[in-house]
């Protein structure tokens, strides 16, 4: 099973206006993402995906380039089963020979970013591929899974504190979601504005259901404590991303002063971050991105880490099809594989491109049964929002 071709697309697709939402990180009038096709000498395709954004309004031509002129030549007449080397050879570059024979690692020195995104992207179409020849969906390959179902929570909520409670109930009548997740931080401007919008989301949703809160970062660690301290009889399921991932250690003292579970991991990178993040005790629940944390393979990893840590792991899945679906897999075959994140702001990247119908049914989502990530591409939609 050779590789033939590896082609990657910087895909942009429009939202329309009225399904359109504004957070920290502005209005999201596309979501865009870098999709990757491998084709083998026997005709399979495996698709993956990269992320260098946070959100969903990316600039993709870096990563595009990058897995088009710089890694997808060099994966160019490769085994596509040997998913573990490839991934060891194109982290640690041009010492990988050394890296393999001593059982360590010696990366490049771009080991983070760009080029894990643009790893990760290759990791997830190769166990698509793997997945595929070996007519074995990746949940089973991975180990097995341990339900047909999983439960997913409603990823959203920015409305301001008069409608927020039915922005969220609305959410739990589409899906019987049992958790909701809405933004705060610095787009409310001051922590009491924030607190305000979680209280009433509280008061309308009642005890039952579980809240979780994402700041994307944009607390300091005093604010972040302040605003704790507002919420502290809300009964938070977690705290997302506090304090800025580049502030580790606040990150460290936040945690150790609230009784709010604390949530990470969207900003990290490679089993290397998440070994750091559990060893010092700086998050209750790890949040790998398949498709900037090291694809299927790191986030298995990180699964591990978390289970070693007594940690959950519950994968940031706010992607296009490929991540999400990888997300999926991992979560179904990992021990401390908890909840999905299911986004409820428009998504076309997951909607558009899966032929079949991707829902949540009273709060629980299917692990897919078919080859591969069990996802067909519309290829249609690949070729019309090709940004060239
Ligand atoms: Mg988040």
């Given at each position: 099973m050779r590789i033939k071709s590896v082609e990657a697309r910087w895909v942009q697709i429009p939202i329309a206006q009225e399904q359109q939402h504004?957070?920290?990180?502005?209005?999201?009038?596309?979501?865009?993402?870098?999709?990757?096709?491998?084709?083998?000498?026997?005709?399979?395709?495996?698709?993956?995906?990269?992320?260098?954004?946070?959100?969903?309004?990316?600039?993709?031509?870096?990563?595009?380039?990058?897995?088009n002129a710089e890694f997808g030549p060099r994966l160019i007449g490769q085994d596509a089963a040997a998913i573990t080397p490839i991934w060891e050879r194109l982290y640690n570059g041009v010492r990988h020979q050394g890296a393999a024979a001593r059982g360590h690692t010696m990366p490049e020195l771009?080991?983070?970013?760009?080029?894990?995104?643009?790893?990760?992207?290759?990791?997830?179409?190769?166990?698509?591929?793997?997945g595929k020849a070996l007519g074995e969906p990746v949940w089973s390959l991975l180990g097995g899974r341990s339900a047909e179902r999983l439960p997913a929570y409603a990823s959203g909520?920015?409305?301001?504190?008069?409608?927020?409670?039915?922005?969220?109930?609305s959410y739990v009548d589409a899906g019987?979601?049992?958790?909701?997740?809405?933004?705060v931080g610095s787009m409310d401007g001051a922590p009491h504005a924030s607190a305000d919008r979680v209280r009433a989301a509280r008061a309308a949703l009642g005890p039952g259901i579980d809240l979780m809160v994402d700041a994307h970062g944009t607390y300091t660690v005093a604010d972040a404590k302040?605003?704790?301290?507002?919420?502290?009889?809300?009964?938070?399921?977690?705290?997302e991303e506090p304090v800025t991932a580049d502030d580790r250690a606040g990150l460290i003292e936040f945690r150790a002063a609230t009784h709010i579970p604390v949530a990470l991991g969207e900003?990290?990178?490679?089993?290397?971050?998440?070994?750091?993040?559990?060893?010092?005790?700086?998050?209750?629940?790890l949040q790998p991105d398949p498709a900037f944390c090291g694809g299927i393979t790191e986030t298995m990893r990180i699964g591990t880490i978390a289970s070693a840590f007594n940690?959950?792991?519950?994968?940031?899945?706010?992607?296009?099809?490929?991540?999400?679906?990888?997300?999926?897999?991992?979560?179904a075959a990992a021990p401390a594989g908890?909840?999905?994140?299911?986004?409820?702001?428009?998504?076309?990247?997951?909607?558009?491109?899966?032929?079949?119908?991707?829902?949540v049914t009273d709060g629980t989502i299917a692990v897919p049964d078919a080859p591969g990530l069990g996802l067909e591409i519309d290829e249609d939609i690949i070729a019309r929002y090709t940004k060239r």
């Open positions: 504004v957070s920290d990180f502005g209005r999201l009038r596309t979501f865009d993402a870098a999709i990757l096709r491998i084709e083998t000498e026997d005709g399979l395709v495996g698709w993956g995906e990269g992320k260098n954004a946070a959100g969903s309004a990316g600039q993709y031509a870096a990563l595009v380039h990058l897995l771009a080991r983070r970013g760009l080029s894990v995104a643009a790893i990760s992207a290759i990791d997830i179409a190769l166990w698509d591929l793997r909520g920015w409305a301001d504190a008069g409608a927020i409670g039915d922005q969220l109930k019987g979601f049992g958790a909701v997740k809405m933004r302040r605003f704790a301290a507002m919420v502290a009889d809300c009964d938070l399921a977690w705290f900003s990290e990178a490679t089993r290397f971050d998440f070994a750091d993040l559990a060893a010092r005790r700086a998050a209750d629940v940690l959950r792991l519950a994968p940031h899945l706010w992607a296009g099809a490929p991540a999400f679906f990888a997300g999926l897999h991992v979560i908890a909840i999905v994140e299911f986004s409820l702001g428009a998504n076309p990247m997951i909607h558009d491109l899966s032929r079949a119908p991707v829902r």
